[in-house]
């Protein structure tokens, strides 16, 4: 069984730039070959994601949220972070940080997920 947490700063007004953190406590986040992503869900509409960090500490980002996304890690203390920048209403979503499972070539399909944390961005 795999835990994950996400810890955020809920409220955020402009020109703030959120970062958010997801600990896999008792895991390690350079074990072969899981990706550790971040995901959005925006109210009343469905997932999407953001990108993630690969085991390798390589990175994707969604082509749409490239510019104003950053994702980086700390292994010593097994998290990664999700850092926003220009944010704005629209960015208001719940996030979620998760495992996905895949090879060399990339992830495959999500295994675990943390529980979520809600993000306000208010103007």
């Known amino acids: 069984q795999v835990h994950l947490q996400e810890s955020g700063p809920g409220l955020v007004t402009p020109p703030q730039t959120p970062s958010l953190t997801c600990t896999v406590p008792g895991g390690s986040i350079t074990t072969n070959y899981y990706y550790w992503s971040w995901v959005l869900q925006p109210p009343g509409k469905g997932l999407g994601s953001i990108g993630y960090?690969?085991?390798?500490?390589?990175?994707y980002y969604s082509p749409s949220l490239k510019s104003r996304t950053s994702i980086s890690r700390d292994t010593s203390k097994n998290q990664f972070t999700l850092q926003l920048s220009s944010v704005n209403p629209e960015n208001t979503a719940v996030y979620y940080c998760?495992?996905?499972?895949?090879?060399?070539?990339?992830?495959?399909?999500?295994?675990?997920w943390g529980q979520g944390t809600q993000v306000t961005v208010s103007s």
């Open positions: 960090i690969a085991y390798s500490g390589s990175t």
């Open positions: 998760a495992r996905a499972k895949g090879g060399l070539s990339g992830p495959h399909e999500y295994d675990y």
